[in-house]
């Protein structure tokens, strides 16, 4: 019969293997940091709309999946969804602000529908923009995921 030590050293590690654990936390940290660096250069989606429209089309249900689609490699990003309207003469703020909200509450409901949490999403009407600006921007919600 064999007898055991109970103090006995475990096997010496590989000199492949020694120092493993640092350079794995290392590598696990910087992956951490890419995971999270290319929100911020992400270019904003934007989905745009027919004058005092709130009907989402093909090209802006594309623009949602693909926002929804980063909103979820993010998993607790807030979501911003920001609606505008342009600014006309002679007409209240008020209505322009509801056209604003209609548009990014409808931009909203396509990003549950696309799988985005509705705890993360924060609609936001704007209202009217500048005349300065162009027409085509004054008909437009943004979805901003994070800090974007």
């Known amino acids: 019969m064999t007898e055991t030590k109970m103090n006995a050293r475990p096997p010496a590690a590989s000199p492949a293997l020694q120092g493993a654990a640092p350079r794995r936390a290392a590598l696990l940290g910087l992956l951490a940091i890419a995971a999270c660096a290319p929100l911020s250069s992400q270019p904003v989606p934007v989905v745009f709309f027919t004058q005092a429209g709130t009907t989402i ?86 979805i901003r995921i994070g800090d974007m």
Do not use: K, Y
């Not at 089309?57 to 490699?73: C, K, P, S, T, Y």
């Not at 007409?91 to 509450?105: C, G, M, N, Q, S």
């Open 57 to 142: 089309d093909e090209n802006g249900m594309v623009v949602i999946e693909q926002a929804a689609a980063l909103a979820r490699r993010w998993p607790l990003a807030r979501v911003r969804v920001m609606g505008f309207a342009v600014d006309r003469a002679n007409v209240p703020d008020e209505p322009l602000i509801r056209l604003a909200e209609e548009r990014a509450t409808a931009v909203a409901a396509a990003l549950r529908q696309a799988g985005v949490s509705p705890g993360r999403l924060v609609v936001e009407p704007r209202g009217p923009v500048p005349f300065e600006q162009a027409p085509l921007e004054s008909r437009r919600v943004e």
